[in-house]
Antibody, heavy 121, light 112 residues
Framework: EMQLVESGGGLVQTGGSLRLSCAAS????????MNWVRQAPGKGLEWVGRVRGIADNYATDYAASVRGRFTLSRDDSKNSVYLEIKSLRTEDTGVYYC????????????WGQGTMVTVSS | DIVMTQSPESLAVSLGERATISCKSS????????????LSWYQQKPGQPPRLLLFWASTRESGVPDRFSGSGSGTDFTLTISSLQAEDVAVYYCHQSYSTPQTFGQGTKVEI
C-alpha cells in the first residue's frame, strides 16, 4: 500500500523551530517530486513548497510567505522528505500535509494524514 | 502569482441534483507544449486529507465516480457533480500547478 506518514508536529512558541518528517512507503519514492501543503484551522489549502528529484539536483521551490524560514530536503535512501521551519509565527499554525507530485501533470495524487503545528505566543 | 478564484463559497444541493463549482485563474494555465491545463480538483471531507478527483481539468483520477466531471480551458474551469450523493458533502478545491508558486482556490463547501 502506498503511504505517506508525517511526524514532528507539536506545540512551539513563536520564534521557535521544528523539523517535520514525512516517511514514504509502497512506491518508488525517488521518482517523485514531493510537496508540503498546509491548512490553518478552518481555512483552505496553502502550498508551502516542493523538492524535486536527483535529476534536478533536489532543487526546491517555496511560497513567498515561507521563503527564508522554511527549508525542504529529502533523503532518498530513507524514502523521506523533511520540512525545517524556523522563526515560527502564530500564522504558521495548522496541519502540514506531505504530498506526492506526479511528474506528468503535477497533481497531488497521494497525501499523508498530516501533522499539526501549533505556534503559541 | 496566479490567483485561483472559486465560486460560490458554499452551496446547498438536494440529493440527486446537480452541483456546479466555478474556478477562474488570473492567467491562462494551458501549457502550450502539450495543450494540457494544469488544473486539478480535490475533495476534502472533515478530518481527512484532500483527495485528488480530476487532473488536466477534466480527466478523472482512477476510482473516482463518473458523476464527477470537469470542464474548461485557459482561465475558466468547472467541476460538476451530476447527481449529488450524501457522501459528496465536502469542501472542493481547485489547484494550479502551471507555475510556481502553485496555488489553490479558497474552497467551495457543498452541503445537502
Amino acid at each position: 500500500e502506498m503511504q505517506l506518514v508525517e511526524s514532528g508536529g507539536g506545540l512551539v512558541q513563536t520564534g521557535g523551530s521544528l523539523r517535520l518528517s514525512c516517511a514514504a512507503s509502497g512506491f518508488s519514492f525517488s521518482s517523485h517530486y514531493m510537496n508540503w501543503v498546509r491548512q490553518a484551522p478552518g481555512k483552505g489549502l496553502e502550498w508551502v513548497g516542493r523538492v524535486r528529484g536527483i535529476a534536478d539536483n533536489y532543487a526546491t521551490d517555496y511560497a513567498a510567505s515561507v521563503r527564508g524560514r522554511f527549508t525542504l530536503s529529502r533523503d532518498d535512501s530513507k524514502n523521506s522528505v523533511y520540512l525545517e521551519i524556523k522563526s515560527l509565527r502564530t500564522e504558521d499554525t495548522g496541519v502540514y500535509y506531505c504530498t506526492r507530485d506526479r511528474s506528468w501533470d503535477d497533481a497531488f495524487d497521494l497525501w499523508g494524514q498530516g501533522t499539526m503545528v501549533t505556534v503559541s505566543s | 502569482d496566479i490567483v485561483m478564484t472559486q465560486s460560490p463559497e458554499s452551496l446547498a444541493v438536494s440529493l440527486g441534483e446537480r452541483a456546479t463549482i466555478s474556478c477562474k485563474s488570473s492567467q491562462s494555465i494551458l501549457h502550450r507544449t502539450n495543450y494540457k491545463n494544469f488544473l486539478s480538483w480535490y475533495q476534502q471531507k472533515p478530518g481527512q486529507p484532500p483527495r485528488l478527483l480530476l487532473f488536466w481539468a477534466s480527466t478523472r483520477e482512477s476510482g473516482v465516480p463518473d458523476r464527477f466531471s470537469g470542464s474548461g480551458s485557459g482561465t475558466d474551469f468547472t467541476l460538476t457533480i451530476s447527481s449529488l450523493q450524501a457522501e459528496d458533502v465536502a469542501v472542493y478545491y481547485c489547484h494550479q500547478s502551471y507555475s510556481t508558486p502553485q496555488t489553490f482556490g479558497q474552497g467551495t463547501k457543498v452541503e445537502i
